[in-house]
């Protein structure tokens, strides 16, 4: 097990996060250019060597109910990973690798972005119109005009 001065030195050596100390010597780090309302990459370090990192839009990992994984025995390797998961999907220049894998050949497909950047992919798809935030389904309709409805109720419109 890493400990606390290790997993800072490693957490620190990220430059697009800022440090921001909390209560009970704890620290948290957030990376301010997130594409996500999910600000706080690092959750709680504290000096005992237990720390949370925000990762619920990373399938490889097993996370709380709040995306959190514990890091408690992770090794430096191990850190760093996910660290640099994180960030780099949490970032709002990322060309994502898996839209090929969604979109594929299809022409059907449009993306809708909100005020705070966040990018859904709409694709029409064995007759069914289904909404991808990422490479997770995030809902599907039977009409084009039911998506519409939705993503305009919940605040994104038509990028490009």
């Known amino acids: ?3 606390f001065n290790e997993k800072l030195a490693i957490i620190e050596s990220f430059p697009e996060l800022e440090r921001k100390n909390v209560s009970l010597g704890r620290i948290n780090f957030q990376y301010p250019n ?3 309302d999910k600000k706080n990459i690092v959750y709680h ?7 949370f990192i925000y990762a619920g839009h990373l399938d490889q990992y097993d ?3 709040k995306g959190l994984v514990n890091i408690r025995d992770f090794t430096g390797d191990q850190l760093r990973e996910i660290l640099k998961d994180s960030i780099q ?13 969604i979109i594929g050949d299809s022409n059907d497909e449009e993306r809708w972005v909100d005020s705070e950047n966040n990018q859904l992919i709409v694709i029409n798809e064995n007759d069914a119109w289904n909404i991808y ?3 997770n ?3 599907s309709f039977d009409t084009y005009e039911e ?14």
């Open 1 to 3: 097990m890493l400990t």
């Open 34 to 36: 997130s594409i996500s």
């Open 45 to 51: 370090l504290h000096p005992n060597g237990n720390g």
């Open 63 to 65: 996370t709380d109910e």
């Open 89 to 101: 999907r949490l970032s709002p220049n990322e060309k994502f690798e898996f839209e090929e894998a």
């Open 133 to 135: 935030f990422g490479l």
């Open 137 to 139: 389904l995030d809902n």
């Open 147 to 160: 998506a519409v409805e939705f993503l305009k109720e919940e605040g994104f419109s038509r990028k490009g």
